[in-house]
């Protein structure tokens, strides 16, 4: 039994397969790989910084990542349990998703229709998911397997390339039987691994199936801000890259709505 971890510095990021599956892309993050377009230019301004105003809060032993916004953008309705009107599961858990590029991820979620809103906050503050440690990380796990969020499951996963994406991607089966179907039939791009699985706890508070590995560890990571921190959400600063589906994104808590402003765009 092996784990597969991807190509050196490269982080996994959840993504879906062409075909609709839910699967894991291994790209550079944060790396800004294409300019933002003039027409939503005015809507950057984020920095990734500790909090200057207080102590930052701390996970293993480290000061935990912050990201803070002059302003973010949420399409919809302000109602986080409508996001599953379009799609039953999502990466960002149970709140209200955001972001600083509305115009590609309209586009990309496929969101034409609804409206654009602006949402500010004086102080605001967000855990910087990629910005964690290795160790905070692990911590995050742990806690995760000790509160029930999170159990280990041994899985198949298949690894391959996707010309369209220009990335590397794995997906897990259940059996290998299943994964070498998926190879077709090349049992070296198959790993029988241990990963970490969603339980029915977990499932029940984010709304993703029970059993998935690819957005495991973000959604805990999302229930233990929410549960254990006071930021108002976390931010993943993934690659800007919206042909390849992939864009800077993020998540406000719920019982954290009250603290913002929220103003129609459109």
Not at 107 to 115: D, K, V
Not at 145 to 159: C, I, K, M, P, S
Not at 243 to 249: G, H, I, K, N, Y
């Amino acid at each position: 039994m092996v784990k597969y971890d991807g190509p050196s510095r490269m982080q996994k990021v959840p993504v879906r397969l062409p075909d609709g599956r839910q699967g894991i892309a291994f790209r550079r993050v944060g790396s800004a790989t294409a300019a933002p377009s003039p027409a939503i230019g005015k809507h950057l301004g984020a920095s990734t910084r500790q909090l200057a105003d207080s102590a930052p809060p701390t996970l293993a032993g480290q000061p935990i990542p912050v990201a803070t916004f002059d302003e973010v953008f949420h399409i919809g309705t302000l109602n986080p349990d409508d996001r599953r009107r379009n799609y039953r599961e999502s990466y960002e858990g149970s709140g209200l998703s955001i972001s600083q590029h509305p115009d590609d991820w309209r586009t990309i979620a496929r969101l034409g229709g609804y409206p654009t809103w602006t949402a500010t906050k004086t102080g605001n503050a967000f855990l910087a998911r990629w910005d964690l440690t290795a160790e905070q990380e692990h911590a995050i796990n742990q806690w995760g397997v000790a509160n029930g969020y999170l159990e280990e499951v041994t899985r198949w996963q298949v690894t391959g390339y996707d010309s369209e994406q220009d990335c590397d991607y794995t997906f897990d089966c259940d059996t290998y039987e299943a994964a070498l179907h998926e190879a077709d039939d090349d049992p070296s791009v198959v790993h029988e691994v241990r990963t970490l699985a969603v339980t029915d706890k977990l499932s029940a508070l984010t709304g993703t199936t029970s059993g998935d590995t690819a957005s495991a560890f973000d959604l805990a990571l999302t229930v233990y801000a929410e549960h254990e921190t006071g930021f108002d959400g976390v931010w993943w600063d993934d690659d800007y890259s919206p042909l390849a589906l992939s864009c800077p994104r993020g998540v406000i808590f719920a019982d954290r709505l009250d603290g913002w402003a929220f103003a129609a765009t459109d």
